[in-house]
């Protein structure tokens, strides 16, 4: 069976359909990693859109049970030039095509992701639609142009209940905008207690919770379609250590009074390298965002930048300088990719250590 994926430009490609066979529309976006695109389908910070691999074999290694980065992916649509048909791997469970069949995600192969890439890249991201060659493209392209995308992707995403994830260390509240498992996995490693929480709670919940420290998940979507998560952050400063990833270091920025915008085609990929600023060490990072932290809305704020991206010098870390807490806009836990800024994890646990000590000596010198 054949499909088309048409874009809002007029552009149009032809090619095979794999997975469902529903139809779809979503923002077209591209991600340069090479391998990883189990856990790149199943982030949920990719909810609502269609995502092209640029690497041209997809699916060699199939699909299996550990590499999830949540349980439903939220993508509408995977676009790829080439899908294994028979993987090759001693984990393999599933052909992806079988994935998506039973999981209702619709795919199309056998197109020119060079060239759509390269749209992309000039003119920045697009609507699409996967639809069938019967179509009137005209009637889809103005369909497109007149549809505004969806602004409720974390509350699709976020788990809708707080639920523990137990352990014998720091209680960690880690509020999940679409939380990667990844960033759970990297806590529990540390022995973290952890109580997982949804987008909408606010400072009093968590603050009864008795944290030790509070994790800002990644998650997709403009920050500012968050307004009552910038609230409980603003309540949160100077209470407990807070350390936020991708969606939660734009939240932490606009809610220290800092700005973010819409970037032309955003950081999708497992190689992006980031200058530490005190440091001068550079580290290869997975990024997966849309927006970004305008630098020159800083100035003025009680942010310190911490971290820049080498390709376009946009802002990807930042630290309070009053108050325990930092945010970095790529992702540390990987998951796919390289594992170079695994350290802020522990630097969010000795961030937490010294807070700790600081409370109880001040509880002594009460008494």
Request: proline share 5%.
């Amino acid at each position: 069976m054949n499909r088309q994926l048409i874009l809002e430009d007029g552009t149009f490609f032809v090619g095979k359909a794999f997975g469902s066979t529903k139809d779809s529309i979503g923002e077209v976006v591209f991600n340069t990693g090479m391998t990883g695109y189990q856990e790149i389908l199943s982030d949920p910070s990719y909810c609502g859109q269609l995502v092209t691999l640029t690497y041209p074999l997809v699916g060699n290694y199939g699909i299996n049970r550990d590499d999830f980065e949540s349980i439903h992916p939220a993508i509408n649509g995977f676009i790829v030039r080439e899908v294994s048909d028979f993987p090759s791997n001693f984990r393999n469970q599933w052909s992806l095509d079988e994935f998506f069949k039973a999981k209702d995600i619709p795919g199309i192969s056998g197109i020119d992701t060079r060239k759509l890439t390269r749209i992309i890249r000039q003119y920045g991201t697009l609507k699409g639609a996967f639809c069938s060659l019967d179509v009137d493209r005209e009637s889809i392209i103005q369909r497109l142009r007149n549809t505004t995308l969806a602004t409720n992707q974390v509350y699709q995403v976020s788990t809708k209940t707080a639920y523990p994830s137990p352990g014998r260390g720091y209680r960690v509240v880690l509020v999940d905008f679409g939380m990667k498992h990844g960033i759970l996995r990297e806590l529990n490693k540390r022995g973290c207690d952890v109580v997982v929480v949804p987008y909408n709670v606010t400072a009093e919940e968590i603050m009864q919770l008795s944290p030790d420290g509070v994790m800002l998940s990644n998650g997709p979507g403009d920050p500012k379609d968050v307004p009552q998560a910038i609230v409980m952050i603003q309540e949160l400063l100077g209470k407990v250590p807070v350390f936020g990833i991708c969606l939660g270091h734009q939240l932490f920025a606009l809610a220290c009074g800092a700005d973010t915008e819409k970037m032309k085609f955003g950081h999708r990929g497992s190689n992006h390298p980031v200058k530490d600023i005190t440091t001068g060490k550079i580290a290869i990072t997975s990024q997966n965002h849309g927006y970004t932290v305008t630098e020159q809305s800083i100035d003025g704020t009680r942010l310190e930048i911490t971290h820049l991206a080498l390709n376009d010098g946009t802002v990807e870390g930042v630290k309070h300088k009053d108050y325990p807490a930092f945010t970095v806009q790529y992702h540390p836990e990987a998951s796919p990719g390289p594992e170079d800024a695994n350290y802020l994890f522990d630097q969010f646990m000795n961030l937490i250590t010294e807070d700790t000590k600081k409370k109880g000596e001040a509880v002594c010198q009460n008494v």
